[in-house]
Nanobody, 115 residues
Framework: QVHLVESGGGLVQAGGSLRLSCLAS????????LGWYRQAPGKQRDMVAT???????NYADSLKGRFTISSENAKNTVYLQMNSLKSDDTAVYYC?????????WGQGTQVTVSS
């Protein structure tokens, strides 16, 4: 079992920045994928970015250049640095962990960007 706890969400003005953190605890395997997804009201949950245990990253095309994912394997923590935020970035952001076909989700953290 894996437990994910997000932090760092909040209210920010357009053009500002936020850094989300997610701490994974429980049975963490060395080979894994960590990441962030987001879900805006009335929309589906979409991938924001993922990172493997080897550091390989993948981003939603529309977010490249503004968002950066990173991780500290020793701390089982993944981060999402979000810059130049726009009102369209308003959503609940969910932390994600996957290993061997199993997927786990955090409870989400709200990010609201005011224009």
């Amino acid at each position: 079992q894996v437990h994910l706890v997000e932090s760092g969400g909040g209210l920010v003005q357009a053009g500002g920045s936020l850094r989300l953190s997610c701490l994974a605890s429980g049975t963490i395997f060395a080979i894994n994928v960590l990441g962030w997804y987001r879900q805006a009201p009335g929309k589906q949950r979409d991938m924001v970015a993922t990172i493997t245990n080897t550091g390989a990253t993948n981003y939603a095309d529309s977010l490249k250049g503004r968002f950066t994912i990173s991780s500290e394997n020793a701390k089982n923590t993944v981060y999402l640095q979000m810059n130049s935020l726009k009102s369209d970035d308003t959503a609940v952001y969910y932390c994600y962990y996957a290993h061997g076909g199993y997927e786990y989700w955090g409870q989400g953290t709200q990010v609201t960007v005011s224009s």
